[in-house]
């Protein structure tokens, strides 16, 4: 009789599991789940050395963790960004890495916009002069003046894949020019989205609202610095949804307090939860919300369906759906057994 597969969890946000405990159990899988967010690289070592396929929220996955992972042929992140999944050591280890990249994009396109409306038309603001609306009886309007119409601007997105594409299309209602940079896409993808890329220098000098959605790395970390800001419109605002890493904070904040830029809307942070003395707090220009962009009950059981679909591929010796390190499927190290088609 073959061996049982072995399915945990490092650390997660659901209420429960009883759905997943149902569907493992059909499955004839092995179910383990824990809570080690803060836990130190000892304790998730201990408890998940064993898994066959596991699976990681918000858990440090270090090269320090990955290298005594024993058995672990695939590790799946819970949601887009992996971050905190050191993928080279996934590879370095013959370990297939994953990620869920589509489970929340309706989402995050939705907050993207409410963060373009709230910040272009100076919401924050706007609760400030209906204060002293009923404060002193009568509108005041100096604090919020300019305030400009969405029409007949222009909108630059900052990558186009699962995110940007739904943001694309959702804000195409709108009445405004639509810039895209993204150099990665396809001719077919471009032709599909009725899209061509467009430089980013181009699109920061020339956009009224920009919007990022792309990953963090080498070349995108900080492309939002002092630079590339200065180049931006002074009536222009930035919605930052993707991750802390593309800007440069302080860069930020000064371009923000200069009146380099008008405004920003921001969900992500260097640290989270940002401490007390966060730069980008208490400023009347910027929106900032907890990074919850992600979050919707539909998007959080399209991403628990999504999970126990690569399960179920990994169960029948196939890839999960989005493989964060293709290089690894020709290496001799490779520890899952792929099954042909």
């Known amino acids: 009789m073959s061996k049982k597969i072995v399915f945990k969890i490092t650390d997660y946000i659901e209420h429960d599991f009883k759905w997943e405990e149902e569907e493992c159990v059909k499955l004839g899988v092995d179910f383990f789940y824990y809570q080690m967010k803060e836990s130190p690289p000892e304790e998730i070592i201990k408890n998940v050395k064993d898994a066959d396929?596991?699976?990681?929220?918000?858990?440090?996955?270090?090269?320090?963790?990955?290298?005594?992972?024993?058995?672990?042929?695939?590790?799946?992140?819970h949601g887009i960004g992996y971050d905190n999944l050191a993928v080279e050591a996934g590879t370095e280890n013959g370990i297939i890495c994953a990620n869920e990249p589509t489970a929340s994009s309706e989402d995050v396109a939705e907050q993207a916009i409410m963060l373009m409306l709230a910040t272009y038309r100076k919401i924050q603001i706007q609760f400030k002069t209906f204060e002293k609306l009923i404060e002193k009886?009568?509108?005041i309007m100096e604090d919020i003046y300019p305030v400009y119409r969405m029409a007949g601007k222009t909108l630059g997105i900052i990558g186009c894949g699962n995110i940007g594409s739904h943001v694309l299309r959702k804000m195409r209602y709108f009445g405004m020019k639509i810039l895209v940079c993204d150099p990665f896409l396809s001719?077919?993808?471009?032709?599909?989205?009725?899209?061509?890329?467009?430089p980013f220098e181009k699109v920061l000098t020339q956009s009224d609202i920009i919007t990022i959605h792309v990953p963090v790395t080498e070349e995108t970390r900080e492309m939002f610095n002092k630079e590339k800001i200065s180049l931006m419109k002074k009536s222009a605002i930035i919605v930052n949804t993707s991750r802390a890493g593309i800007t440069n904070v302080f860069d930020l904040a000064d371009a923000l307090r200069n009146g380099t830029i008008a405004g920003a809307g921001i969900d992500v942070h260097p640290s989270e939860p940002p401490p007390p003395d966060y730069v980008l707090i208490g400023l009347d220009n910027v929106l900032l919300t907890p990074h919850l962009a992600w979050y919707s009950e539909e998007g959080g059981w399209d991403i628990r369906y999504m999970i126990i679909d690569d399960l179920k591929a990994f169960i029948k010796?196939?890839?999960p759906?989005?493989?964060?390190?293709?290089?690894v499927l020709d290496s001799p190290k490779l520890r899952m057994k792929l099954k042909e088609e």
């Open 137 to 139: 009886g009568r509108l």
């Open 317 to 319: 010796g196939k890839l």
């Open 321 to 327: 759906k989005s493989v964060l390190n293709p290089e």
């Open 53 to 77: 396929i596991l699976l990681v929220n918000m858990a440090k996955m270090t090269p320090d963790v990955i290298n005594k992972l024993e058995k672990t042929q695939v590790i799946i992140r």
């Open 187 to 198: 001719p077919q993808k471009m032709n599909e989205l009725n899209i061509e890329h467009t």
